[in-house]
Each structure stands twice: as C-alpha cells, then as structure tokens.
C-alpha cells in the first residue's frame, strides 16, 4: 500500500498512466506497480476460490508473481489431467478457510512438495513448493472466476503431453528454471 503524502517531490515516476514521488516508492512498491500491466494494465481483484465440495475456501489479494502451466507427472496424476495452471501469490496474501491435508512427495525436479487438499472431496487447492519459496501455488481450476488466467510460462515441457497444445505464446522450459 502506498500512503499519500502533502510533501514537495523532486522527482517523479511515471508508472501505469500515474504520477508518483520516487522517493516515497520503495523498491518493492515500485515492482508491485510494474507488474500489473502483465495483466492489461489493472490490478488484479481480490481472487477467490476452493475445493469441489466448499468445505476449503480461500482467498488471495494482489498481482500474481507468476501464472504458469506445469506439465510435470505428478501435477498430471494429481490432476488427472495433461497439466495444471498455476498461479503463484505471496503467502502473505493468501488465507485459507477450512481443514486442509497435506500430501508430500519429492516433485520432478528432485525438490520437496506440499499439495494442501480437501480431505472430504480431494480436491487440492494449493501446493507449497522449494522451488518457489514464500509462496503459495494456487490451482487455477479451483479459482471461482479463472477467466484472466494468462499462463506466461509452461514448466516441464519434457513431460507435456503432445495431443495437448497451449495456442498462445509462452515461455517454455524443458523442466524447472533455475
């Protein structure tokens, strides 16, 4: 959140179609502005979500770090399907309501994962992975409204499944970035 201020700047930035003072942007402010022209120049809304029964709801506020697509195996046999989409929020924007289980497992790339589901009907909803520490991996198909998904990234291209191609440009990886 930026506070407004009554002080003279020196200097300004110009950020998204608004003016602000640079000296009272941190770094982090200043990212978080940025990075909202990924999704059309807005801010994302507040996203709301949960498993196939309700029994799991959640809720998450701010611009996604990352939307991307993971063809790995075990998102393939969690999901049933060919890949997840995966939207990833700072766990201190995202909250949960209900009981969750966790089920670990080493992932593709050797590191440790968190899938967090339902223990009434299955379904996960959020997964806690090494490789992308501080923060929660949302699955896309459990967002109420998952219209402004964009994946920008597909992870384990390796594993992608040929009769299930992404019609957009996205940047690919044979398995995870480093």
């Given amino acids: 959140m930026i506070a407004r201020t009554t002080r003279k700047c020196g200097a300004f930035r110009h950020i998204r179609g608004?003016?602000?003072?640079?000296?009272?942007?941190?770094?982090?402010?200043?990212?978080?502005?940025?990075?909202g022209s990924r999704f059309g120049g807005r801010r994302m809304p507040n996203m709301n979500g949960g498993c196939l029964c309700g029994a799991v709801r959640y809720s998450a506020s701010g611009d996604p770090a990352v939307t991307s697509l993971c063809h790995c195996q075990h998102c393939q046999k969690q999901t049933g399907s060919a890949f997840v989409e995966v939207v990833a929020v700072p766990n201190e924007n995202f909250s949960v309501h209900g009981k969750l289980q966790i089920f670990t497992i080493a992932g593709d790339s050797g590191r440790k994962k968190n899938s967090k589901f339902c223990p009434r009907c299955g379904s996960v909803v959020v997964v806690e992975a090494e490789g992308f520490p501080?923060?929660?991996?949302?699955?896309?198909?459990?967002?109420?409204?998952?219209?402004w998904l964009n994946p920008t990234m597909a992870l384990f291209c390796d594993s992608e499944q040929p009769w299930a191609a992404v019609s957009h440009e996205i940047k690919r990886f044979p398995g995870m970035p480093s």
Avoid at 134 to 147: F, K, Q, R, V
């Fill in 134 to 147: 501080g923060m929660a991996l949302i699955m896309g198909g459990t967002l109420d409204d998952s219209t």
């Fill in 18 to 35: 608004r003016t602000y003072c640079s000296s009272a942007l941190s770094g982090r402010a200043s990212e978080e502005l940025q990075f």
